[in-house]
């Protein structure tokens, strides 16, 4: 399986209210391909009999609290763009997203990830549905993968018990359902 296109650009991490939600049924639109042959991970690659329905870049933060004198994951908040940089998705905790376009969500878990050659930068990783929600983008989910990521590693060393710390990062989501 290749890559699909990444598109370059960011958006400022928004909250529902800011992202100008919509309760139209639209569909989104995916982000334009721009690189088809960059190769995925073979741990982070979609079963056959999948089918893309939608890649968007996200910008965001990975959040850390600490505990035990460690960093330790706690959650994403990342808004996630379309191809002319609007924000229609947003992520969270779960991990979920969930689309400000028609309401669909879909919560997923990691299946496995791979190690990024970028300094700093989270796992790429293969996600699969737990929970789907609504007919809209996140209805018919079955895969999400977490590619070309950006940031967004712990900081090294100790901590102090009960401190956070959001780290910025930037990733590529592609989001599957099984093939019609």
Request: glycine letters at 12%; one cysteine or more; hydrophobic letters at 45%.
């Amino acid at each position: 399986m290749k890559r699909v296109g990444l598109f370059v650009g960011a958006a400022a991490l928004l909250g529902l209210a800011a992202c100008g939600a919509t309760t139209g049924t639209a569909t989104p639109t995916p982000v334009a391909q721009a690189s088809p042959d960059a190769a995925v991970a073979a741990a982070v690659q979609v079963p056959a009999g999948q089918q893309l329905v939608g890649e968007y870049q996200a910008t965001g933060v990975q959040t850390y609290s600490c505990a035990n004198n460690a960093w330790k994951g706690l959650e994403p908040a990342a808004t996630l763009v379309d191809k002319d940089s609007k924000p229609i998705i947003l992520h969270s905790r779960g991990p979920v997203w969930v689309s400000t376009v028609d309401g669909s969500a879909v919560e997923a878990a990691p299946v496995d990830g791979a190690k990024n050659d970028i300094k700093g930068a989270v796992p790429e990783l293969l996600l699969k549905t737990k929970t789907a929600r609504g007919d809209g983008l996140f209805g018919k989910v079955t895969y999400v993968q977490r590619l070309a990521t950006e940031g967004g590693v712990a900081p090294s060393g100790g901590c102090q018990a009960g401190a956070q710390i959001s780290v910025p990062y930037k990733a590529l989501y592609t989001f599957f359902a099984p093939a019609a």
